[in-house]
């Protein structure tokens, strides 16, 4: 069957029943919070001490992520006013490459995502299990049934999911920095630990391992991008992306920083790299033990609730690909009255749930995440380039700051990323280059059918 012909720009603009524009730009800025904010700060510090073996390299490991996650969101914001539809990245690629490199990385999307998705949920199901005594089986049940409930939700109603995701940003936020007044409650640890924070990195040679590190920081600030993909549903985009992109990730930044600072005010250096319960125990040891379980549940609670910006925001990449005739037709249908993507929502939540349901053997795809999408975040910087070389950005709309430093940031962090990950996890970052390799088969499949 030949994939339908891609439906018009302008008949997209113009259509009422296509995606109802109901983001504002403090709902935006929180959704982007809220989908970048998962567990990775709690778990990400203790893995780039252990790459990197001091305090001053682990900070500016995080500095380092910190600088490509804003350069890429200033890249991303740019484009996403010049095209604000839903999508993101598959709409700027597509643009800049044509339709193969755009269906490449809606490939990798498809496959990755719900897996980060799935992954989220059993981690927050482990954790509450951990708290209620809960067994396998019935963690297993409450996972499927969350992401059951979370996908109806989505299909719903994506104004409800936008308030809650919201207002789930909120607590968050509110919740991490209680974490870092506790920690920083403590006396600390003592002056000949601080001395003494350097221990042995995981990695021998020091650069592959401050580059992996800089990879572990991306896991926690993976979701830098998520605004994008929802462009078309923010409204007055020429004026509220930019805000919105901005003020989350200034948020999201200021947390990480003032967390990592918190766990290295509570915990020794050595114990930090080697704790993965980070949160737990930092907070255990100022306020006694027992307070574990607070944090044990409020990992439980952010893990679950960044499933809802996840189903919200990532089905938007295989719906874009369905206006376009890329893939199956049905994938773009909008519900004429619930006004969603419901299709390619239900192809997302049902991903997902497959991959819970399948067992925890699916979870060793999830080291393919980052090395998977690091290629295409290079040739969005590209795109750009490529945009302000058709038109320079309009008079009074949105361009990067110190354009084109952003890009040559982000590339060289590509380039150093891509680098790093074949030096320290060959296999991994193969296996990331072979799904993307996949995605140029599916392609031809499709195009020929």
Same mark, same amino acid.
């Given at each position: 069957?030949?994939? &339908?012909?891609?439906? !018009?720009?302008s008949t997209?603009?113009?259509?009422?029943?296509?995606?109802?524009r109901?983001?504002?730009?403090?709902?935006?800025?929180?959704?982007?919070?809220?989908?970048?904010?998962?567990? +990775?700060?709690?778990?990400?510090?203790?893995?780039?001490?252990?790459?990197?073996?001091s305090v001053?390299?682990?900070?500016?490991a995080?500095?380092?992520?910190?600088?490509?996650?804003?350069?890429?969101?200033?890249? *991303?914001? @740019?484009?996403a006013?010049?095209?604000? $539809?839903s999508?993101?990245?598959?709409?700027?690629?597509?643009? %800049?490459?044509?339709?193969?490199?755009?269906? *490449?990385?809606?490939?990798?999307?498809?496959?990755?995502?719900?897996?980060?998705?799935?992954?989220?949920?059993?981690?927050s199901?482990?954790?509450?299990?951990?708290?209620?005594?809960?067994?396998? $089986?019935?963690?297993?049940?409450?996972?499927?049934?969350?992401?059951?409930?979370?996908?109806l939700?989505? *299909? $719903?109603s994506?104004?409800v999911?936008?308030?809650?995701?919201?207002?789930? /940003?909120?607590?968050?936020?509110?919740?991490?920095?209680?974490?870092?007044?506790?920690? #920083?409650s403590?006396?600390g640890?003592?002056?000949?630990?601080?001395?003494?924070?350097?221990?042995?990195?995981?990695? !021998?040679?020091?650069?592959?391992?401050?580059?992996?590190?800089?990879?572990?920081?991306?896991?926690?600030?993976?979701?830098?991008? +998520?605004?994008?993909?929802v462009?078309?549903?923010?409204? @007055?985009?020429?004026r509220?992306l930019?805000?919105?992109?901005?003020?989350?990730?200034?948020?999201?930044?200021?947390?990480?920083?003032?967390?990592?600072? +918190?766990?290295?005010?509570?915990l !020794?250096?050595? @114990?930090m %790299?080697?704790?993965?319960?980070?949160?737990?125990?930092?907070v255990?040891?100022?306020?006694?033990?027992?307070?574990?379980?607070?944090?044990?549940? #409020?990992?439980?609670f952010?893990?679950? &609730?960044t499933? #809802?910006?996840?189903? *919200?925001?990532n089905?938007?990449?295989?719906?874009?690909?369905?206006?376009? /005739?890329?893939?199956?037709?049905?994938?773009?249908?909008?519900h004429?009255?619930?006004?969603?993507?419901?299709?390619?929502?239900?192809?997302?939540?049902?991903?997902?749930?497959?991959?819970?349901a &399948?067992g925890s053997?699916?979870e060793?795809?999830?080291?393919y995440m980052?090395?998977?999408?690091?290629?295409?975040? +290079?040739?969005?910087?590209i795109?750009?380039?490529?945009?302000?070389?058709?038109?320079?950005?309009?008079?009074?709309?949105?361009?990067?700051p110190?354009?084109p430093l !952003?890009?040559?940031?982000m590339?060289?962090?590509?380039?150093?990323?891509?680098?790093s990950?074949?030096a320290?996890?060959?296999?991994?970052?193969? /296996?990331?280059?072979?799904?993307?390799?996949?995605?140029?088969?599916?392609?031809?499949? #499709?195009?020929?059918?």
């Amino acid at each position: 069957m030949e994939p &339908s012909p891609p439906t !018009p720009a302008s008949t997209i603009a113009s259509d009422p029943s296509r995606l109802p524009r109901h983001l504002g730009p403090w709902n935006a800025a929180l959704l982007l919070v809220t989908f970048t904010i998962g567990v +990775g700060i709690l778990q990400s510090p203790g893995v780039v001490a252990a790459k990197t073996g001091s305090v001053a390299l682990s900070y500016a490991a995080w500095i380092v992520g910190a600088i490509a996650a804003v350069c890429g969101s200033l890249v *991303m914001a @740019e484009l996403a006013v010049r095209t604000p $539809r839903s999508g993101g990245t598959t709409v700027f690629l597509r643009e %800049a490459f044509g339709p193969r490199v755009a269906f *490449m990385f809606g490939w990798t999307s498809i496959f990755l995502n719900p897996v980060s998705a799935a992954a989220i949920t059993i981690v927050s199901m482990r954790n509450l299990g951990s708290i209620l005594g809960l067994d396998a $089986r019935t963690q297993l049940v409450l996972g499927l049934a969350w992401v059951g409930m979370i996908t109806l939700l989505n *299909m $719903r109603s994506s104004r409800v999911v936008g308030r809650i995701v919201g207002g789930v /940003g909120l607590l968050k936020i509110s919740a991490l920095a209680a974490v870092v007044v506790v920690c #920083f409650s403590g006396s600390g640890v003592t002056a000949a630990a601080t001395d003494a924070a350097i221990v042995a990195p995981e990695i !021998p040679s020091p650069w592959v391992g401050f580059g992996l590190a800089v990879i572990a920081t991306m896991f926690a600030y993976d979701g830098w991008d +998520g605004l994008a993909l929802v462009a078309g549903e923010v409204r @007055e985009p020429k004026r509220n992306l930019p805000r919105a992109t901005l003020l989350g990730m200034g948020l999201i930044l200021a947390v990480y920083l003032a967390m990592n600072a +918190g766990f290295f005010h509570a915990l !020794p250096f050595a @114990e930090m %790299a080697t704790t993965p319960a980070l949160a737990a125990t930092a907070v255990g040891r100022v306020i006694g033990e027992n307070a574990g379980r607070f944090v044990t549940a #409020f990992v439980a609670f952010s893990a679950a &609730s960044t499933v #809802f910006s996840s189903l *919200m925001c990532n089905p938007r990449i295989v719906f874009a690909l369905a206006e376009e /005739g890329q893939f199956f037709r049905s994938a773009a249908f909008v519900h004429p009255r619930w006004k969603t993507p419901v299709v390619a929502i239900a192809i997302y939540g049902t991903m997902t749930m497959l991959y819970i349901a &399948s067992g925890s053997g699916f979870e060793r795809l999830t080291r393919y995440m980052i090395l998977g999408f690091l290629p295409f975040y +290079g040739l969005v910087a590209i795109a750009a380039v490529l945009a302000r070389r058709r038109s320079a950005p309009v008079a009074g709309n949105y361009s990067m700051p110190l354009y084109p430093l !952003p890009v040559v940031l982000m590339l060289g962090y590509v380039a150093c990323g891509i680098a790093s990950g074949f030096a320290g996890h060959f296999m991994a970052s193969l /296996g990331g280059l072979l799904i993307i390799g996949s995605g140029a088969l599916i392609y031809e499949i #499709f195009r020929r059918r």
